[in-house]
């Protein structure tokens, strides 16, 4: 007998629809790829479960209010999910370190290496080259008065000289371009972040 | 005698999730509801 292969595409069609089945073989079907994913980054089996769960928790919400879009495909969708939920977490982590119970002082807990070691420095240089290539995606006007705000370090008063509008003007180009900047971000799903 | 400096096969543990957790996603999955209202949408969880 063949056994007929439902497509994900399918399958989360059915789940809108209201097909709880669905969501479990969908579950079950990416399960170990994805759980795996996170668990090659935090190295943590709580963690990892934790962050799995939100993972699902944040798809399940986004096929029931009706948001997903399908132009990608499922997986790629949710691992992009769940690679943004590792930043959240590393970047919390960051934020308030932790301080071990061990008993034993660390002078590590205290002291921190501020500098950037060579894979920060690797993404940092990465993360800049794409923000310069957005910025090259930016209308004339709004590229402009980004770079010589950010880049060249110009006052607003200065660029209106420069560039010969009002200094208004010149803010609300910067506002579009951070507004715009922001919309491609989002629309690519482009992670920019150290 | 030569050292193997070979690592077991992963722990087979540390690819999935517990079946509590999977469990616990479907049944979340089925207490949510969205409601329908004047173009907004409003979440219910009903246990």
Redo the contacts between chains.
């Keep these: 007998m063949r056994q007929e292969i439902i497509t994900d595409a399918q399958l989360v069609s059915n789940y809108i629809k209201g097909e709880?089945k669905a969501?479990?073989t969908l579950?079950?079907r990416h399960?170990?790829k994805i759980?795996?994913f996170i668990?090659s980054k935090v190295f943590d089996?709580d963690l990892?479960?934790d962050i799995?769960?939100d993972t699902?928790?944040k798809v399940?919400?986004t096929l029931?209010?009706?948001k997903y879009n399908e132009e990608g495909k499922f997986l790629p969708w949710v691992m992009r999910i769940a690679h943004n939920l590792v930043i959240d977490h590393f970047r919390k982590n960051n934020r308030m370190p932790k301080f071990d119970n061990s008993g034993e002082f660390s002078i590590f807990s205290v002291l921190g290496d501020t500098a950037l070691n060579a894979e920060k420095q690797i993404i940092k240089d990465q993360v800049e080259s794409d923000v310069r290539r957005l910025i090259e995606e930016l209308p004339e006007d709004q590229k402009q008065v980004l770079v010589m705000r950010m880049y060249n370090d110009m006052s607003f008063k200065e660029i209106s000289e420069r560039t010969g509008v009002s200094i208004n003007t010149a803010l609300g180009r910067m506002r579009y371009a951070l507004i715009n900047l922001r919309k491609v971000v989002d629309k690519h799903n482009i992670v920019l972040t150290n | 005698m030569a050292k193997l400096y070979i690592k077991g096969s992963q722990d087979v543990d540390n690819q999935n999730p517990r079946e509590e957790t999977v469990k616990f996603l479907l049944n979340y999955s089925k207490a949510l509801s969205v409601i329908d209202y004047k173009k907004m949408k409003f979440e219910a969880l009903l246990n």
């Design positions: 709880e969501l479990s579950i079950y399960k170990q759980y795996s668990y089996r990892a479960e799995f769960q699902f928790i399940i919400r029931k209010l009706g």
